[in-house]
Nanobody, 121 residues
Framework: QVQLVESGGGLVQAGGSLRLSCAAS????????VGWFRQAPGQEREFVAA???????KYAESVKGRFTIATDNAKATVDLTMNNVKPEDTAVYYC???????????????WGQGTQVTVSS
């Protein structure tokens, strides 16, 4: 099991930038894929981005070109830098870890507590 603690988030104007950070810990953390999901009010939780600790990055089409996911292996953190944010990016953002990107979000995924991001127009 991987423990995940998010930080960052808050209120930002449309077109602005924000960075989320997730500290990962646990005996098997290096063998997990890590990433970010988000959930807007009344909607399903959706995939945002994921990466392994050695690369192999995936993005949702809705954030490609605007968001960047990056790991700091020495600190065991995974950051999500959000540029040119839009009101539709408003959601609770969750850090996630899974044994494989193909099952990320499914049963067995470890989750952080979530952090709110609000984009004002």
């Amino acid at each position: 099991q991987v423990q995940l603690v998010e930080s960052g988030g808050g209120l930002v104007q449309a077109g602005g930038s924000l960075r989320l950070s997730c500290a990962a810990s646990g005996r098997t953390v290096s063998r997990h894929v890590v990433g970010w999901f988000r959930q807007a009010p009344g909607q399903e939780r959706e995939f945002v981005a994921a990466t392994s600790w050695s690369g192999g990055i995936k993005y949702a089409e809705s954030v490609k070109g605007r968001f960047t996911i990056a790991t700091d292996n020495a600190k065991a953190t995974v950051d999500l830098t959000m540029n040119n944010v839009k009101p539709e990016d408003t959601a609770v953002y969750y850090c996630a870890a899974a044994i494989d990107v193909r099952v990320m979000g499914a049963r067995g995924t470890d989750w952080g507590q979530g952090t709110q991001v609000t984009v004002s127009s």
